[in-house]
């Protein structure tokens, strides 16, 4: 029986899960895992040795230069041949020491769910929030809420915030594709294309009167210089949840 493997820490989930060439890309698509990826982040982008990336992700020397040699292959194979690279898998979590947490550890039998917050509002570009209001939900009631500040910007960074807080659920507005991946590698169920009052949201979560939503509802990302309004809709497809008008009501 081969001998399970060990979870390799990284220490944030990336921005950015596809390349491909401009023009003229192969069907053929190269994966690379997370923890793959992370060993060319720490080797290559900040220039670690092999002996201190191994101590960063919790792993043996050999581990990293397994992963790191299959990662520059994977890299090369998709440069050279023309081919779309995906950033995929893992068998890896986000450290809790890279980011700040914040919230009290939940029970067990507690749901955190987790809204982009501004000025009592649901804030609608997920890449650039500053604040969450988190809510823990009992037996369907709320019975905790408070409001914490994200540590640092763009959608992957944010998306280990929310998990190394326990975060269960987010409800959001604008959401884009790199931010769904990273909040799906996170164990993080979505509820997107949100719009009011970010208190009616929670309470209607906890009524069973909103539909998870893991589509992208905004096609920026979090580096691009977009403002607001490009990322608010006044609707999502029929998976989604919305709210209309100025009373916040919650589409069923």
């Known amino acids: 029986m081969p001998r399970p493997k060990r979870c390799r820490q990284i220490c944030q989930y990336p921005d950015y899960w596809s390349f491909a060439p401009l023009s003229d890309a192969k069907e053929e698509v190269v994966e690379l895992a997370l923890d793959e990826l992370e060993t060319i982040r720490l080797i290559d982008y900040f220039s670690l040795s092999q002996v201190d990336c191994a101590e960063q992700m919790g792993v043996s020397r050999t581990t990293v230069t397994s992963m790191y ?70 037996n369907g009631v709320i019975n905790n809420s408070t409001i914490i500040e994200t540590q640092g910007e763009g959608h992957g960074a944010i998306a280990g915030f929310l998990q190394t807080n326990e975060v269960d659920v987010l409800i959001c507005g604008g959401i884009g594709d790199g931010a769904v991946k990273a909040l799906l590698s996170a164990n993080i169920d979505i509820y997107a294309g949100a719009r009011g009052l970010a208190d009616d949201f929670a309470n209607a979560f906890t009524e069973g009167k909103l539909v998870s939503a893991s589509e992208p509802t905004c096609n920026c990302s979090g580096h691009h210089d977009h403002n607001q309004e490009n990322c608010e809709h006044d609707h999502v497809n029929s998976h989604g949840c919305s709210c209309h008008g100025d009373d916040g009501g919650c589409c069923h």
């Open 69 to 138: 040699n299959r990662a520059r292959k994977k890299i090369a194979e998709s440069i050279i041949g023309g081919k779309k690279l995906e950033i995929n898998g893992g068998n890896c979590k986000v450290k809790k020491t890279s980011v700040y947490t914040l919230c009290n550890k939940k029970g067990k039998d507690i749901m955190r769910v987790a809204i982009p917050y501004e000025n009592g509002e649901i804030f609608q570009h997920f890449g650039h929030t500053e604040k969450f209001k988190v809510y823990d939900i009992e």
